[in-house]
């Protein structure tokens, strides 16, 4: 197994590792390792059926099931796939869920939000489509300690309604995807479970702050969500074909370049493993 850094301030490749075949305890030990220090793994090109991909997600923790269930793949619930194809493998012109394209942490909008997310590559665009991190522990240590004073306990209603109907223009939810997805409020700043760094926690699913008025919260976040993004502290990643990314949703936000949907494809699928309700 081998370790080669992506950008300065994260993100690392590892080779060395044949996804499709049962990891051992020993393997993923370093694999889960280099993941807490690094936040985004790539492993390189390799074939990986969907139900070997479940396998491996299924090591970092138990996997969502996505209220959105017109995204299931494969017969399989746990992964979530999203593309641009229609059934002639010719592009459709609709881009799959638009909310990607905003900063975000996936999950955010569950009590129990999104751990790591493991992604495979299965058609990727040749212009666009790119994935970028940004790295939440920089982001909260180069706020100002005015800043870090005045956020400490402040608290933010993520809502996964919000995000995809009202500033997406998606689909709207049905009533029982609603009731499934309530509105959930999570601290600003979190301490990671495992490194025990303190990181910002926000992104495209925050709404507004408890105990403000709605538009000053939704100004404060827009703020900080603003302020978390920056050059040095990113990785943006361009996907070649058959490519693994697993990232930890707890300390990073991401989000998808735009692409062509009418010319280009694209096709990912998805495991998203639940962590636990953010302190
Ligand atoms: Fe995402």
């Known amino acids: ?104 942490t996936d999950g955010s909008w569950r009590r129990v939000t999104g751990q790591a997310t493991v992604i495979y590559g299965e058609v990727v665009a040749e212009s666009g489509g790119e994935t970028h991190f940004c790295d939440m522990y920089g982001a909260y240590e180069r706020l100002d300690a005015a800043w870090k004073e005045r956020i400490a306990s402040m608290r933010a209603v993520h809502n996964l309604d919000f995000s995809r109907t009202r500033r997406h223009g998606e689909e709207p939810m049905t009533e029982e995807q609603r009731r499934e997805a309530p509105p959930v409020d999570h601290p600003i700043v979190r301490t990671h479970p495992e490194t025990r760094r303190k990181c910002l926690y926000l992104g495209d699913h925050a709404e507004y702050v408890l105990g403000m008025p709605y538009a000053q919260g939704r100004a404060l976040i827009d703020e900080l969500n603003a302020l978390a993004i920056h050059p040095d502290l990113t990785y ?11 990232w930890d949703n707890r300390c990073l936000m991401h989000r998808a370049t735009p692409y062509d949907p009418s010319t280009q494809r694209r096709v990912v699928r998805r495991c998203t493993v639940l962590g636990e309700v953010p302190t």
């Open 236 to 246: 943006e990643h361009r996907w070649k074909p058959g490519e693994l990314i697993v």
């Open 1 to 104: 197994m081998n370790l080669r850094p992506l950008a300065p301030n994260l993100g690392a490749e590892i080779s060395g590792v044949r996804l499709a075949d049962d990891v051992s305890d020993e393997a993923f030990r370093a694999i889960y390792d280099a993941w807490l220090r690094y936040q985004v793994l790539l492993f390189p090109p390799q074939a990986l059926p969907p139900d070997r991909q479940v396998t491996f997600a299924r090591k970092f923790g138990e996997l969502q099931v996505h209220v959105m269930s017109q995204y299931h793949a494969d017969g399989h619930p746990e992964l979530y796939r999203l593309s641009n194809l229609d059934e002639s493998g010719n592009p459709n012109g609709r881009h799959p869920d638009k909310g990607t394209l905003a900063w975000h």
